[in-house]
């Protein structure tokens, strides 16, 4: 009778993951399914599962590879994830140790792109008012690039064509590979913080989005939107956008075009200068004549040919002046006397005085308040009478009506 082997879950669990890290098939597949429970541990350690209608598939990404994904795994996203299934001996279960996740349909650049592109513009980044006019004649021009690329001789060669006044300086970094973005977004707080330019141009020549890709780090959109220096974004060629485009207050197409935005045409200014040049020569020229009409006709006056008849001619219209005032003023004097004559009769007329004068006379209590009927007096009471001249004091022997009068 063969005699039975009996295993601990240990060594189960060792069987198995042993079988599983020998087999060709689990040790490197590409797994396609729905992200769910997606969680990012402060260890750096991604833990996730992946589904269909049918399964689940409990996956692990490491910190150092998950240091390399491009764009933010979401709950419900479509993925394709490579790694190897073997099973954790300590809980017995198994799992994808993921190694690559990358999001199906497109390319986990794009999808990190689309990803910062969305959430930059929720912040505001992107709006218009906060995009910083050019200034039209830059005195300093800071140039971000690289300072061995064709891009920069471009830049170079194009400024100093069109505007050589313009005094530039190339502040040299990295535009791709490992730390290219810091370094772009260093230089950008560096000639900011000395005030280093009137303008600054960043950008380089084209490429793959994987070349470009420093101009869509966050870290290098954040230096541009808090620059007080106009920026000017020139990466690529003309299909090429980058999130850097987006937030500068220009965007060129080129380099090249870069360098033609950021200053004007030395060429054109001459023109232009030679336009005004030339108005103000004809301005000048007929200001000039009308002034020498003007001198022509004042020379023919009569004020110059015959000073003393013009001054003889003022003079008697000075003092027909003065006659007309002396006799408009005596006018308005004599109007005046005869107004104030007229209210002083009719104010004269109206007088208390006078209504005394033709024999009225006025009776007051003791009080001083005039009296206007007989019930406001009253046997005995004295009253004081006011006449036309003087008056008299008296008492109240029997108060009588209207009718009673004698």
Same mark, same amino acid.
């Given at each position: 009778?063969?005699?039975?082997?009996?295993? $601990?879950?240990?060594?189960?669990?060792?069987?198995?993951?042993?079988?599983?890290?020998?087999?060709?098939?689990?040790?490197?597949?590409?797994?396609?399914?729905?992200?769910?429970?997606?969680?990012?541990?402060? $260890?750096?350690?991604?833990?996730?599962?992946?589904?269909?209608?049918?399964?689940?598939?409990?996956?692990?990404?490491?910190?150092?590879?998950?240091?390399?994904?491009?764009?933010?795994?979401?709950?419900?996203?479509?993925?394709?994830?490579?790694?190897?299934?073997?099973?954790?001996?300590?809980?017995?279960?198994?799992?994808?140790?993921?190694?690559?996740?990358?999001?199906?349909?497109?390319?986990?650049?794009?999808?990190?792109?689309?990803?910062?592109?969305?959430?930059?513009?929720?912040?505001?980044?992107?709006?218009?008012?906060?995009?910083?006019?050019?200034?039209?004649?830059?005195?300093?021009?800071?140039?971000?690039?690289?300072?061995?690329?064709?891009?920069?001789?471009?830049?170079?060669?194009?400024?100093?064509?069109?505007?050589?006044?313009?005094?530039?300086?190339?502040?040299?970094?990295?535009?791709?590979?490992?730390?290219?973005?810091?370094?772009?977004?260093?230089?950008?707080?560096?000639?900011?913080?000395?005030?280093?330019?009137?303008?600054?141009?960043?950008?380089?020549?084209?490429?793959?989005?994987?070349?470009?890709?420093?101009?869509?780090?966050?870290?290098?959109?954040?230096?541009?939107?808090?620059?007080?220096?106009?920026?000017?974004?020139?990466?690529?060629?003309?299909?090429?956008?980058?999130?850097?485009?987006?937030?500068?207050?220009?965007?060129?197409?080129?380099?090249?075009?870069?360098?033609?935005?950021?200053?004007?045409?030395?060429?054109?200014?001459?023109?232009?200068?030679?336009?005004?040049?030339?108005?103000?020569?004809?301005?000048?020229?007929?200001?000039?004549?009308?002034?020498?009409?003007?001198?022509?006709?004042?020379?023919?006056?009569?004020?110059?040919?015959?000073?003393?008849?013009?001054?003889?001619?003022?003079?008697?219209?000075?003092?027909?002046?003065?006659?007309?005032?002396?006799?408009?003023?005596?006018?308005?004097?004599?109007?005046?006397?005869?107004?104030?004559?007229?209210?002083?009769?009719?104010?004269?007329?109206?007088?208390?005085?006078?209504?005394?004068?033709?024999?009225?006379?006025?009776?007051?209590?003791?009080?001083?308040?005039?009296?206007?009927?007989?019930?406001?007096?009253?046997?005995?009471?004295?009253?004081?009478?006011?006449?036309?001249?003087?008056?008299?004091?008296?008492?109240?022997?029997?108060?009588?009506?209207?009718?009673?009068?004698?």
């Amino acid at each position: 009778m063969r005699e039975e082997t009996i295993l $601990s879950p240990s060594q189960v669990s060792g069987y198995i993951k042993s079988w599983m890290d020998r087999d060709r098939l689990l040790s490197g597949l590409l797994v396609r399914g729905e992200l769910s429970n997606y969680k990012m541990y402060p $260890s750096g350690h991604h833990y996730f599962t992946l589904k269909d209608s049918q399964g689940a598939l409990r996956c692990v990404m490491f910190r150092g590879d998950a240091a390399s994904l491009r764009f933010r795994p979401e709950n419900g996203m479509q993925v394709i994830a490579a790694g190897r299934i073997t099973v954790f001996p300590r809980d017995g279960q198994y799992q994808l140790y993921c190694v690559r996740l990358t999001p199906e349909g497109a390319g986990d650049l794009h999808v990190a792109f689309e990803q910062l592109k969305e959430k930059l513009l929720r912040e505001g980044l992107f709006d218009q008012a906060h995009k910083r006019p050019l200034p039209a004649y830059p005195r300093r021009i800071a140039l971000i690039t690289s300072p061995a690329g064709a891009a920069v001789r471009d830049m170079l060669r194009i400024l100093g064509a069109r505007y050589p006044l313009a005094q530039v300086r190339v502040l040299p970094v990295r535009v791709q590979g490992e730390g290219a973005a810091e370094e772009i977004a260093a230089a950008l707080d560096w000639a900011n913080l000395h005030q280093a330019a009137d303008l600054i141009i960043t950008g380089r020549g084209g490429g793959s989005m994987e070349d470009l890709w420093a101009f869509n780090e966050e870290c290098v959109a954040r230096a541009i939107y808090r620059s007080q220096i106009p920026v000017i974004s020139a990466v690529g060629h003309e299909p090429d956008v980058t999130i850097a485009d987006f937030v500068a207050d220009l965007r060129a197409a080129t380099p090249s075009n870069g360098a033609e935005l950021a200053v004007p045409d030395q060429n054109e200014l001459y023109a232009w200068l030679d336009g005004l040049a030339k108005r103000l020569e004809k301005g000048t020229g007929s200001l000039l004549a009308r002034r020498r009409k003007d001198l022509e006709r004042l020379g023919r006056s009569r004020m110059l040919t015959d000073p003393g008849a013009y001054f003889r001619d003022r003079r008697l219209l000075l003092d027909y002046q003065g006659q007309r005032l002396g006799h408009g003023a005596g006018q308005i004097l004599s109007r005046a006397r005869e107004r104030l004559a007229r209210d002083s009769a009719a104010l004269d007329a109206m007088s208390p005085l006078k209504v005394l004068g033709r024999g009225y006379a006025v009776a007051r209590d003791e009080q001083g308040k005039i009296l206007k009927s007989w019930r406001e007096t009253a046997p005995g009471s004295r009253v004081s009478v006011t006449l036309g001249e003087g008056g008299f004091t008296a008492v109240v022997d029997k108060p009588y009506t209207k009718e009673e009068q004698p």
